[in-house]
């Protein structure tokens, strides 16, 4: 009577244990794909400058929740997890300029300059671990 139970309770055991797996896995995912629709729509579609800076908005404040780091230069790095980076390709001065320079220099100014502009999403990048965006490369379009 005692190896059955004893059975039995290594049983549920082992079965509660794939269920919490399989429900974190679910979960993880299911947030992964919430995250993503917030930027993964950009990608490959005309958007406006004030879209842009929107995205920015967002990419930073995520950051600052998830409390990625930052480098000397002031940049977000990547954390592998949640992080997010966009870059900007500009026609003006065929530079690209990351999403810190432009909030940095004040989202409103950008918007003032380039708000009605269009610019492309041309590259999204993945976390491997999280299936989370963790990079995006917007180019100007026209001037």
């Known amino acids: 009577m005692k190896k059955i139970a004893i059975?039995?309770?290594?049983?549920?055991?082992i079965v509660s244990t794939f269920i919490y797996f399989y429900y974190n896995y679910k979960?993880?995912?299911n947030e992964a794909k919430k995250s993503n629709i917030e930027y993964s729509e950009y990608q490959g579609k005309q958007i406006t400058g004030n879209e842009v800076a929107s995205l920015i908005n967002k990419?930073?404040?995520s950051n600052m929740k998830n409390n990625v780091e930052?480098?000397?230069k002031g940049n977000y790095k990547s954390n592998e997890t949640n992080s997010i980076n966009?870059?900007?390709e500009f026609l003006d001065d065929e530079k690209v300029h990351t999403m810190e320079e432009i909030f940095d220099n004040g989202t409103n100014t950008f918007v003032e300059y380039y708000g009605t502009i269009e610019f492309e999403c041309t590259k999204v990048e993945y976390h491997q671990k999280t299936s989370k965006i963790s990079y995006m490369?917007?180019?100007q379009k026209t001037i």
């Open 7 to 13: 059975g039995l309770i290594v049983v549920v055991a």
């Open 137 to 139: 490369l917007i180019k």
């Open 70 to 72: 930052k480098d000397e």
């Open 27 to 29: 979960k993880i995912n």
């Open 86 to 88: 966009i870059d900007i």
């Open 59 to 61: 990419a930073v404040s």
